[in-house]
């Protein structure tokens, strides 16, 4: 995902710097996804259709995370980030506490971990999914800033052979904020096929592969989105056979530094949900 969110709350706390997400989450989290992600099932507008949303949660934890954690309808995924890249060099007592009581809640933690495009060293992203499960415990691996391209698919499939390895059934979220070549879907549990603000996702081409797989198998994520814009964007979201969507108002380096403004309305969808 982009500029990051943990890092960012970090820093907005007087602790850190900034994180960064490629396209989708740093989250300081857990993709509340925490890899910094929470996931919704919400009402694609007033049919019975639904995509489940998951929250990249790329704040510090105080009343953002208690909004998401605590509600009636609790995300279902959250993603933790604490660096620009990863887990950082030390387990941090404030994010255990409140992955904990994620996890209490029923809510799936990833931990964020930047592959940069395959630039980044494979044993450092190793370290980050070993810290991940040792300090908080976590689900699973969400690896941001990921390549879309088919060259690169051996560096994926090495850090998926290793998660495995640590977690055999722990889920691996891939973003590379963008539809990559299809034999991603052979080492990605979810694939981020998209990544950017609402006037960009109106028009994007879904390639014809997409819907040979579950909805389950993909995400979007859609910044930049109005009050009156954001339920026809969950309508998009589950036309283009994406079962994870996250809608957000939020605009800038890190819009995922907090909640969208219209999140309890968001939640009150997900309970008239029937898909």
Same mark, same amino acid.
């Given at each position: ?10 820093? !907005? #706390? ?12 740093? @989250? ?29 949660? $790329?704040? /510090?934890?105080?009343? =953002?995370?208690?909004?998401? @954690?605590?509600?009636? =309808? @609790? ?19 404030? $994010?255990? +506490? ?15 971990? +930047? ?22 415990? &976590?689900?699973? &691996? $969400? ?5 879309? /391209?088919?060259?690169?698919?051996? /560096? ?31 080492? #990605?549990? @979810? &694939? ?20 040979? /797989?579950?909805? +389950? ?6 910044? !930049? ?18 079962? $994870? ?7 800038? +380096? ?6 969208? !403004? ?14």
């Amino acid at each position: 995902m982009r500029q990051s969110s943990a890092q960012g709350a970090k820093k !907005a #706390a007087g602790l850190l710097s900034g994180h960064r997400l490629t396209g989708l989450l740093s @989250v300081t989290v857990i993709v509340l996804v925490v890899i910094s992600g929470v996931l919704f099932k919400v009402v694609s507008s007033t049919t019975t259709s639904c995509s489940t949303l998951f929250v990249p949660a $790329f704040f /510090y934890p105080g009343p =953002q995370w208690t909004e998401a @954690v605590d509600g009636k =309808q @609790v995300p279902r995924v959250l993603i933790l980030d604490l660096t620009d890249t990863g887990a950082g060099a030390a387990p941090e007592p404030a $994010f255990q +506490s409140v992955v904990k009581i994620a996890k209490a809640a029923g809510i799936t933690v990833l931990g964020y971990s +930047s592959t940069q495009y395959a630039n980044r060293p494979a044993a450092q992203v190793e370290a980050d999914v070993r810290h991940y499960k040792a300090w908080y415990g &976590v689900s699973g &691996v $969400f690896l941001d800033e990921a390549s879309p /391209y088919a060259a690169q698919i051996a /560096y994926y499939r090495q850090i998926a052979q290793y998660i495995h390895k640590i977690s055999p059934t722990a889920p691996i979220w891939i973003n590379p904020g963008t539809y990559p070549a299809r034999i991603y879907m052979t080492v #990605a549990s @979810v &694939v981020m096929a998209f990544e950017g603000p609402y006037t960009s996702y109106e028009h994007i081409q879904v390639p014809g592969w997409t819907f040979k /797989y579950p909805a +389950s198998r993909f995400a979007n994520t859609v910044y !930049a989105t109005s009050q009156s814009q954001w339920r026809t964007a969950l309508r998009l979201a589950h036309s283009r056979n994406a079962g $994870f969507a996250y809608i957000t108002d939020g605009t800038g +380096s890190n819009p995922y530094g907090a909640l969208p !403004a219209y999140f309890q309305s968001e939640t009150l969808a997900d309970a008239g949900c029937k898909g």
